[in-house]
DNA sequence: CATGAATGAGAGTTCATTCAT
DNA sequence: GATGAATGAACTCTCATTCAT
């Protein structure tokens, strides 16, 4: 497959990832992403064989520029508690823009498929945001700058508690108030009072 | 419809609901549901038009067997804490079946189709807990067996770290042993210390 | 399945085997017999679920009738050899109709299909032949009317000519004067010569 | 075309006439070709535009190997019934190696093709085989070898019972006995007894 | 009420064939 | 000459939904 080739390939992989945050995983058929690529039937296949595999690389594809992301809006000189709250900060902006998101896709495929833990890139992704958080609570408690008694448990449960808030924006719905009103729990819980 | 039709429509009820923990919302057809009841084609149209519609008696049917349920299970003169750590101990229970559960498709339910408010059961029963969970801290708070400063937010919290223990569970996989370190940490912090 | 869908199953079946015999065994879809029997897509997937079972049926029906068709034929008083003529010449009339055929069909399916001896149908139709020809000649042979060392040898062997015939006059197309030279070769060969 | 090209061309037929061998003519498409011969799929259209061109050069190519193999193993100092058992040898050989043969694609190619006498290659090779076979009866005959009323008559029958022999193989399977059988007794009827 | 045959839309998939490079 | 991306037709198969009985 040549450049043309995986220049196109990654076109597909976009504009699938356009139709999957649009209608979730599994009502998404090869023909929606036909359809949405103006390509032909089998000129998909030529690329992919299902709806699974595409949406596999879009998972890698989107992992990829998150990470990059947030590692480029961290300011220097930020201290601990900075950072841990620009994190929060940014979980609550993904919280609350309930349609532009894989979200629901992502839960849907994880649900079908049964994924070693190797390949597991939401477990990874869970994973590396509690070591993350943990290691930025051990700072901010070096610093003084927060309390804490057990670092890692509690990156655990603020991970578990945006788990919840995540599953709560797709289902019952959840308003700013609401994720305010739990992040704000959470820092305060950490925060060394006097 | 008479009598009789009321008790068939309770079967296919209950024969659906087995189908739905098996396959989740999405991936049930009306043929599927046809074939576990073993009625014929037409008969499953005379009680319902849609798998939406099934569903959704599923869910009432399911709700009020679960509030029974749980009401009958707890003991006379037993603590507030008593009835807070058995509430914790049934919710763990059923994030630990991850099968024999209407959990996936009642998100895949809930992902597609947006309810209003009023007849979300989903949120009525998430409210219904908070409620619940606070009431059961401001009685252990009076009682002086537990410590809390906003019952309300606790019981909050409470329930966002359920429902991302239960999200993980179907998604990436939770041990026994995640849940537990969990829900002692929730009730670590409740605990009056000294 | 009631009694009109019998009738319906048999309906196909007969159209099936016209187009069987019209294209051969490969090269007939599913659309095809959907066609020529004019039902719709769905409706004939509701009796039969590929053309291998749809022809594996027409074969089954088939025999049946051709095994009634040459009983009935046998004029009371013959003798063996005239059943023994008889029998030629009715192969005779099947090799000459190259196109109202399930021949080339059944080549094909056979191909394609390595059967168990148990349930292949043409290799039972050649033993029961063979068998056949065996008996008419010993009997011809009891009377006087046929020579022949061996009989079960040479019944074996006019089947492999049949044979012959019958793949040739699909293959390079053979004359009814061929025909008849080879018909008249074997007989030649069983009639005592004084 | 250049020499190089005829050397590609000649490349592709024998990589297609192993294709041909292991799935037939009918199953064939230009992408299995292409795929076997590791080309462009453009590549191959440069050669030949369908399988049917392809498959009748094969043929082409067979047929000259096929002449000049047999010939190449007649021994001099052979007697006429010494060369028509090894040409029966010969063609139990074929017979019985039921995979590693065009035998099933040349049917299938015939079923679906008929082909004008003179480019009959199958035919014509059935023809000359006739004719050689006379021949050495005949031969067999004069030197008083073999016995025989009607040298091309029993030189088509012999030729019929092969074919015979040759689509039993491909339908219904034959055993090695069974081949032994039909070629014994054809030579049985030969020798010139007493 | 209940049945189940029938329809037709639509998803998946594979290839022959073309054509710009 | 050679490549291989691209197209679109054709097939298989499954269901939701209807309707005569």
């Known amino acids: 497959m040549g450049d043309k080739s995986l220049q196109k390939r990654q076109y597909i992989l976009e504009t699938a990832r356009e139709v999957f945050m649009e209608k979730g995983y599994k009502d998404v058929t090869m023909k929606d992403i036909v359809d949405a690529c103006e390509i032909s039937r089998g000129g998909l296949y030529l690329y992919f064989n299902s709806t699974k595999e595409i949406f596999q690389d879009v998972l890698k594809m989107e992992q990829q520029e998150t990470d990059d992301v947030f590692a480029s809006t961290i300011p220097k000189n930020a201290t601990a508690a900075d950072i841990l709250a620009l994190f929060l900060k940014e979980q609550k902006k993904e919280l609350l823009k309930s349609k532009k998101t894989l979200t629901i896709a992502i839960y849907e495929f994880y649900f079908q498929n049964k994924v070693p833990k190797k390949e597991h890139l939401i477990r990874q992704q869970f994973e590396g945001a509690v070591k993350i958080i ?31 808030l995540k599953i709560s924006a797709q289902t019952m ?22």
């Open 134 to 164: 943990e290691q930025l609570i051990a700072d901010g408690v070096a610093s003084g700058e927060l309390y804490c008694e057990d670092c890692l448990q509690t990156a655990r449960n603020i991970m578990f508690v945006i788990e919840g």
């Open 173 to 194: 719905g959840i308003t700013e108030e609401m994720v305010n009103r739990e992040l704000l729990y959470i820092m305060s819980g950490l925060v060394a009072d006097e």
